[in-house]
């Protein structure tokens, strides 16, 4: 992009050209803005500009490390914070960043030096003190974790994680009874931390205690319905309690919320071979050996079951692998030779059975099949094959590490119970719209992209789609373009086009104030544009939201915002621009008018699904239940499928 941006003044009846340096502030700014809206690609573009600008501030180079670990690119992330750090050592927020994306690459060691070094400046900010002890943890110093969960625990008694962390330590070093107390201390200050119940079924689980196993995961499914070890273990509690039903439901809710767990196919492979269920066991073994093609405990239960179901040439292919691995496996030998047996291939059968026939001689055959045992389970790694019908548990039981951070979730981080639909805006990009088959019309818009706008057409959109960075290059050059065009032409009705389309540009790579200086120059020499005061009061409504988030007043701007809403009423009925003025109200509380304007907006158009779920919000929030849960199911009818779960907890 150019180092200046064009700016047209009218002064004294005349047009001048106003030029004024592309300040760097202004482009962290913007990047800030697009990292808010959670385009990471886009923010890190602009980083990139202030970097090239301005290489010695700290700030592009943390926020572009905070965009790169929104995209998991945790070493890019760690080299930009690194960088920032150089420039700038004393800032606390710097060192967390660093600190978690060395922790995604498990690099705990430098993690702990980088929280160290934040808690010289913070030494109140517990998050801090919480991850740190977690990497003391992971580095295996059970007694300086120990040391740091003690005191933790002296500033914050009420640090219910801090006590779970503690039993983890505990277990570690193979202390349960210290584990237990800290566990139940840990669920007396936060009885509703799903992770704690799962965490001390863990324990009772290693103890046999199959019934009180049962009941802390119950509560821990309670809490955490989503989390399929939870499902897996309460199983492995069921089956040793005869619960065989409950068993198998276990493990098929465990597999509908993680299709690919190995042992939940595994142990109900194991269960379904049991009860005689043999083609879908056969199907759990066949999902497991795709997963792991040489693992011969599955290989040889599979084998088992195409012998019972006929595939005599499948179960010899399966035993004969096992028996390559395993060559004193003398009951996979009898099973082989059974199968040679029965299609006709005596010359083998009889060489198995020789071997079997010696063996019994030197007194070290087995030949009986043990049944599913509920007093012995086999871990993963054990790879004794004689325990192949043995329930697998994992090696280890580990505890769910929760880093605390406010790099976490979404970039806004707002924690509201009832999120409002977006605006509609006017963009070049073309959205494929939440409502299925809908496609946003307005006779203004389709009059501009007949008249002018053939080449790069407007289309109506709820949100801005993220833009890779190819995408965003060519809206630089497009400005570009334009801006160059601008600065040639001296007549202004030449030049007021160029500005409306280089708005509309600005608005795709979020540089919204650019875009409002733009709109605002244009609407001194079309003062009834409708679609400029609409793109205005959409660009202003997003700073609006940025500013809002760094604590700003912005009551003002709003008021604009609404201004310039009604202006583009005034010259244009559209369904789009009633909708867009009801978020304004909503956002001032002001329910009435909100309801009101999205009634309006459904009356033009009646399939314009945000608008009844808007008002079906706002209903709600004006103590008219009945109304906004009838809106919601409207707008589930339409094709918005998340109004169906605010429904759903209106109507209980």
């Known amino acids: 992009m150019d180092a200046c941006i064009v700016g047209i003044t009218m002064l004294n009846g005349q ?383 580990e505890m769910e590490h929760e880093y605390q951070s406010d790099y976490r979730g979404k970039v806004q981080n707002r924690k509201v119970a009832l999120d409002y639909l977006p605006m509609y805006v006017l963009s070049y990009e073309h959205e494929q719209n939440q409502v299925k088959q809908y496609v946003a019309f307005d006779r203004q818009v389709d009059a501009y992209n007949a008249k002018g706008g053939r080449q790069r057409p407007l289309y109506i959109i709820s949100s801005n789609p993220a833009l890779d960075e190819q995408d965003t290059k060519k809206y630089f050059t497009y400005i570009d373009t334009l801006s160059r065009q601008i600065d040639r032409e001296h007549q202004i009705q030449r030049i007021a086009p160029l500005l409306f389309k280089r708005a509309m540009a600005y608005t795709v790579i979020q540089n919204f104030d650019a875009a409002i200086e733009d709109l605002s120059t244009y609407l001194q020499t079309d003062s009834v544009s409708s679609l400029a005061y609409w793109q205005r009061a959409a660009c202003q409504s997003k700073l609006n939201d940025f500013n809002a988030s760094q604590g700003t007043d912005v009551r003002m701007k709003t008021a604009n915002v609404l201004s310039d809403l009604t202006e583009a009423i005034r010259y244009n009925e559209s369904a789009y621009l009633y909708y867009n003025r009801g978020n304004v109200y909503v956002q001032r509380n002001d329910y009435a008018h909100a309801i009101e304007d999205y009634s309006h907006a459904i009356a033009l158009d009646g399939n314009l699904a945000e608008a009844y779920y808007n008002r079906g919000l706002a209903r709600i929030a004006n103590k008219q239940q009945l109304e906004g849960v009838s809106d919601l199911s409207k707008a589930g009818e339409l094709g918005l499928y998340t109004a169906y779960s605010i429904i759903k907890k209106y109507q209980k």
């Open 15 to 397: 047009w001048s050209m106003c030029y004024a340096q592309f300040k760097t502030d202004r482009l962290v700014m913007i990047g800030r803005s697009a990292l808010y809206f959670e385009d990471y690609v886009l923010s890190i573009q602009y980083f990139n500009q202030a970097i090239s600008a301005k290489p010695y501030l700290y700030e592009p180079w943390f926020y572009r490390g905070v965009a790169k670990y929104y995209l998991d690119d945790y070493a890019g992330a760690e080299a930009d914070c690194s960088e920032a750090i150089k420039r700038n050592p004393y800032v606390v927020g710097m060192y967390e960043l660093r600190g978690l994306c060395r922790i995604r690459q498990k690099k705990y060691a430098d993690a702990i030096r980088d929280y160290n070094q934040a808690l010289r400046y913070d030494p109140e900010n517990q998050s801090l003190w919480h991850n740190r002890a977690l990497c003391h943890i992971q580095e295996k110093d059970y007694d300086a974790a120990l040391l740091e969960l003690d005191t933790i625990l002296t500033r914050w008694s009420k640090h219910a994680p801090a006590y779970a962390m503690q039993a983890e330590v505990y277990l570690l070093q193979e202390d349960t009874t210290k584990a237990i107390a800290a566990l139940d201390k840990s669920l007396e200050v936060d009885p509703y931390d799903g992770n704690l119940w799962g965490q001390r079924a863990v324990i009772s689980l290693s103890r046999k205690e199959w019934k009180e196993s049962e009941e802390y995961l119950s509560k821990a499914i309670h809490l955490q319905p989503k989390q399929a070890t939870n499902y897996i273990n309460r199983a492995l509690a069921r089956f040793n309690q005869n619960n065989l039903r409950g068993t198998m439901a276990d493990y098929d809710t465990a597999l509908d919320l993680d299709p690919n767990n190995f042992l939940g196919h595994y142990n109900r492979g194991l269960l379904r071979a049991q009860v005689g269920d043999d083609n879908r066991a056969i199907i759990d073994f066949d999902f497991v050996l795709n997963l792991e093609p040489n693992n011969l405990m599955a290989l040889f239960n599979r084998a088992l079951l195409l012998e019972n179901t006929g595939n005599l040439r499948g179960a010899i292919r399966d035993y004969s692998k096992v028996i390559e691995e395993f060559p004193n496996f003398w009951f996979g030998l009898q099973h082989r030779a059974s199968c040679y047996r029965r299609i006709g291939m005596t010359k083998q059968a009889e060489q198995d059975e020789f071997r079997i026939l010696k063996a019994q001689m030197d007194k070290r055959y087995l030949g009986r099949q043990p049944r599913l045992s509920k007093e012995q389970m086999r871990k993963r790694s054990d790879l004794d094959i004689e325990k192949y019908n043995q329930l697998t548990v994992a090696d280890e039981q």
